[in-house]
């Protein structure tokens, strides 16, 4: 057990010091080995912090139901504040959000009590995405709205321009464009500053979708086009499955129903093969509403009721009226 926790501690701390080349082992494998070590040691704590990074990583490429094997085992011996945040991440990202809030709230009621302002910013941040999930915009710009104030006061920069873009994200469902537009511009500004193309390429994509709404087809697809790209360099498939969904939606409302059909089977596999069931009715919806257009009503009532059901099974208010 000794050398086990010997050999935790040097990937461990491989890791912290970037040594990856000079030992020539790919950071997963790393990570694999501290994890591998630290249970055979008995090194809990090591075991949670090797866990959670490989999590992380996890979730990076959309495998949100591999990350959620391996965590939730751990919770039934370790009810750390960090293992919970992220299962609950992994959960949200499925569309249990249900379960994804009872860990949130658990993780910052934890954190509340350490004086973790950074942390306890982050699980605000999470349970008011959770709310505008579920249609509740008040709850959400209210649990925002404490997040900002943090993350501003600590000076989180990354984290202050993702609630910028979350509490824009709010504004675009309710119709204020304007309003919308001025909070994405201000978590882009922040983005491109600080390098976070995967954040750039997110709130590229909600600013196509005002344009989308606003009629704008030639500026939305452009827009588009940038967050499409930028996902796929960096392999996120979560957000490429929703940018093809929008850029479907424009063939739609352009009278183009093959090609929406096509770009909205892209986005459907890749939305089941990541489990992602709250995009996954989405796109159903709109795959019926074509078969509306061309006067399927049979096939359409089909995808309709696919998507009711699964909506109703996640808590979609919004979604299901």
């Not at 940018?243 to 096509?262: C, S």
């Amino acid at each position: 057990m000794t050398a086990h926790r010997a050999a935790a501690v040097f990937f461990q701390e491989c890791l912290e010091r970037d040594r990856e080349k000079e030992l020539r082992l790919p950071i997963p494998v790393e990570l694999i080995a501290c994890l591998t070590h630290a249970e055979a040691g008995g090194d809990l704590e090591r075991v949670r912090w090797a866990a959670v990074r490989l999590a992380r990583r996890m979730q990076r490429r959309a495998e949100f139901q591999a990350a959620l094997d391996l965590l939730e085992p751990l919770l039934e011996r370790d009810r750390h504040h960090e293992l919970l945040v992220e299962v609950a991440n992994a959960m949200e990202s499925l569309g249990r959000w249900k379960e994804a809030r009872a860990n949130y709230e658990e993780a910052l009621a934890m954190r509340q009590a350490i004086g973790d302002r950074a942390g306890e910013a982050v699980t605000w941040h999470q349970l008011a995405s959770i709310d505008l999930s579920e249609g509740n915009y008040a709850a959400a710009r209210e649990k925002f709205g404490k997040a900002l104030v943090m993350r501003q006061a600590i000076g989180a920069r990354a984290g202050e321009a993702v609630t910028w873009h979350q509490l824009a994200t709010i504004d675009l469902r309710e119709g204020n464009y304007t309003a919308a537009r001025e909070k994405f511009g201000k978590a882009l500004a922040m983005r491109q500053a600080i390098g976070d193309r995967a954040g750039e390429a997110a709130t590229w994509h909600q600013l196509a979708s005002i344009d989308l709404r606003e009629g704008n087809y030639a500026a939305a697809r452009e827009k588009f086009g940038k967050s499409l790209t930028m996902r796929q360099a960096i392999g996120d498939r979560a957000g490429e499955a929703a940018t093809w969904h929008q850029l479907a939606t424009i063939d739609v409302n352009e009278g183009n129903y093959a090609a929406a059909r096509e770009k909205f089977g892209k986005s459907l596999a890749m939305r089941q093969a990541i489990g992602d069931r709250a995009g996954e009715a989405a796109t159903w919806h709109q795959l019926a509403s074509i078969d509306l257009n061309e006067g399927n009503y049979a096939a359409a009532r089909e995808k309709l009721g696919k998507a009711l059901a699964m909506r109703q099974a996640i808590g979609d208010r919004a979604g299901e009226a």
